[in-house]
């Protein structure tokens, strides 16, 4: 029996609104992009046993398995991120997915297995003072004129 399968979506939690998925993909860079990581994906069992007498004389001789069932297993993350422009909270459930091919006698299967993590993620987004971006101007102007200075007395010295 073939377990080939696709996962045409997988996601946990609430469905976003598309404002809420606008602030998330906006800080995708930050968050990763593991909210939707088995989407779309095909998971083919490449050795089908159909109706190939070859294939029956070596199952009965014990040459090959039976059954190979496909096994995915998920840890699942809670995100919370809080958006500066509106302080919203966006609840996101995040998961890493490995999967596998188990064969045994038994009867196939696609089997998830689901483990939840117990710690979870905030995310703050805090905009940054004017004062603070003051400062970062005043140190890049300092720094251009020191080594403005020590390039002109290593020239001024060599000359």
Do not use: W
Request: one cysteine or more; charged letters at 15%.
């Amino acid at each position: 029996m073939n377990m080939s399968h696709v996962v045409h979506h997988l996601s946990f939690g609430r469905k976003l609104t598309p404002r809420a998925m606008s602030d998330l993909k906006r800080l995708i860079p930050y968050i990763g992009n593991s909210h939707d990581r088995l989407n779309g994906l095909s998971f083919i069992n490449s050795h089908d046993l159909g109706a190939n007498i070859t294939e029956y004389i070596l199952l009965m001789a014990g040459c090959i398995e039976l059954h190979a069932s496909m096994e995915h297993y998920l840890q699942i993350v809670k995100t919370e991120v809080i958006t500066r422009k509106d302080y919203q909270l966006v609840e996101e459930y995040e998961y890493t997915a490995h999967s596998s091919v188990a064969h045994s006698l038994h009867i196939p299967v696609a089997r998830f297995h689901l483990e939840l993590s117990p710690m979870q993620v905030l995310i703050t987004e805090q905009q940054k003072s004017f004062s603070h971006f003051i400062t970062n101007v005043c140190a890049i102007i300092g720094g251009v004129f020191t080594v403005a200075g020590i390039a002109e007395s290593i020239l001024h010295n060599t000359i």
